[in-house]
């Protein structure tokens, strides 16, 4: 086949693939506005023109000055396609090697990330082969199927995943419209008025869209497109930064290291023979706790009444090991140690950081402390999520009913003394079966949270029975949210946003005064908050502050950071008036909680104090070199 029609081929599949980009755009992606919305697909789809037009003038190259022979060209496409695979694909398939138990990764990640960019010259091969006959729509059909359902499949993670399923798509369509496209090919040829025109306009949209950069509204909607391959590869434009920490803020923004202890607060809420139970439901979003949901969570709803509800509570991280270890540590996940350990085959990384955890402080002043395991080895002290908790109580599941009933066992048998115990519940985990299979998603998840409503009203009424109630501190959280489509994302894990990492965090107690308090928390300021009530101090180096006041009714402007953090590209910042921050890749994205709740408009170009709160963000993460790696 000539040239021309194989170089055509290239731009009309790389075009398909910018069509294909506005169609999944307006089915996914929150509606910014439509000024944004344009922009969004003027960039795209030239950016996507460029990559065809480049695959063009490779193909018109080669055939002019490259060898003839056929299997010389694909062995090349190969070369391309694992020298590419090495810089965007390992990465996202360092995970797997360790599922097979293989230690190593960097090299079993680069095998493998060099088998799987072979569909690259496989789809090209084929897709050739099949052009002249009628095969070549069923190969279409399914081009198109990979290009649209690639995107839906963990959206916001595994970018160089995405990418070759865009790569694919447009090869396996190009081999196959080739044929098809001859007559518009030489009909255009025969109009060069026609095609000039065309050519120009091309010209300028893709020269455009490559050096001249998308307001940041524009980038933060593309960066939501997995099929926007080239917008997010592209680096983030440099932003200019101020630094300017207020004075009551700034012992937080250095490192803690040397810091002096923190003295327990003067209020005493519970005897030193407390009873403080932190009850964490698996993947509870803060907006369960809304009046929504008051009728089905009746337990939760009563509770939240009668003790402090703070409205903006924070995990540190959208996922259970970083978000618990976090918890334990007092500090950040991305300030603690990890270190890879091989567990039932998997080799994963775990906390390994020598710094003090609630248990071994509490220890000291002879407070004993529990957690309830289950048949996940993540929350087991010995693998450091956990440390410091003496006493483990191992369960084959960790469903609510189960682990309250373990609990209540263990304790109508330990009655004297302080104890602090952790109770984690999985019930509301996906995929949401334990409580039946009807429903939505979200129905079914709602399902889940009251069942473990229920083991919460067993908890409070065997506390009853067993009359510890006046000796009881419950801290009902979450160690993350849960997605349900919002900002292109399912489940947990992969973003900083609202759904993913705002808690509920209700804690009541008999002498803890009912109120409801819209400051933001964040859950490291559990671990301070615990050991002040045991009139424990807090190591200098935590990076919480004790809620203890807040609960016995006092005023108190807490003046540590907020700070979010994953392992992928995301991370953020929350400021107590209600600004939040999330930095995805780089790229910083603004919004003000209080009017834009579900952080849809990006308004970081707008805003006088963006660079301000970037510089934040940019000191806190050099303070405490924040560097997040888990599995
Ligand atoms: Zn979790």
Redesign the pocket.
Known sequence: MEARYVAAAQIGAWLSMGIVNIVVTWLALPMPGIDVRLLLHLYDVGQLLAVGVAAAFMVLLWRRFGPVRAFVGYAMLTLLSVAVSQLVLRDDLRGAPSIFGLSSWELWASILAAVVSLCIPVAAWVSRRLSRSNLRWIVVAIAVAIAIGHQFVLPNLYLGIHTYGTWFAATLLAGSIAEPLKPWVDAMSERSRVARVAAIVAGAVVVAVLFVPAPVAVQTQIGMLPGAVVARYKPARRFDVAVSIPQDKSEWFEDRGTHADITPSASRLVPSDAIVILFVV??MRADMLSSEYAEQLPRMTALARKGVTFTHAYSTAP??KA?VAALFAGRYAGQIKWTRKKLRKKSLLWPDDPSPRIGDLLAKRDVESVVITGRLDHLRPQNGVTAGQRIELRLPANSSRRVVATWLQWLASHRRGGVFAYLHVFDA?SPYTPVGTRGSAHERYTGEIAEVDRSLGTLLDGLRALELEDRVIIVLTA??GEAFGEHNSLR?GGTVYEEQVRVPLVIAGKNVKSRVIDQPVTLLDLAPTVLDLFGAPTPGSFMGQSLVPLLAGEDLKLTRPIFLETRFEYAGMVFDDGVKLVVRGGMPELYDLRIDPGELVNTYDSRADAAERFGAFKSLVAAHRMKFQTD
Request: charged residues 20%; glycine residues 0%.
């Open positions: 698996d993947a996922s259970t978000s985990h160690d993350h947990h």
